[in-house]
């Protein structure tokens, strides 16, 4: 209904962005030391979110787009963290975003039914 009221906001540039963050949030959990499962603070999503729009120069599309992705990836994360195949987001995501990875288009899917 909302949508309806206010129009779908939704747009090809919003779900890319929404992906790029997606996995640098994920592999940046996944740099904290620790066995997990992990949950950042405020503080630290904050920091990390504000160093992400000023070097990567994207558009700052405020705090509930990004805490949906944080959200989001934090439980992606610590769920491979739990099955032990965290080399799956590496295979996606590092050293640069893989599109062509099933595991991707799944991401972006589900990204774009949330933003």
Known sequence: ?????????????????????????????LSKEGAGPFQLSESEKHDFRNKYIVEKDVEDRGVM????????A??????????????????????????RQPLVAQVKAHLSNII
Do not use: W
């Open 1 to 29: 209904m909302f949508r309806n009221l206010f129009g779908n906001s939704k747009s090809a540039a919003k779900v890319d962005d929404a992906l790029k963050y997606f996995f640098e949030f994920s592999l940046h959990i």
């Open 65 to 72: 787009f990004f805490s949906k992705i944080e959200l989001e």
């Open 74 to 99: 934090t439980n992606f994360t610590n769920h491979h963290l739990q099955n032990k195949t965290t080399f799956q987001i590496g295979m996606c995501a590092d050293p640069v975003l893989d599109t």
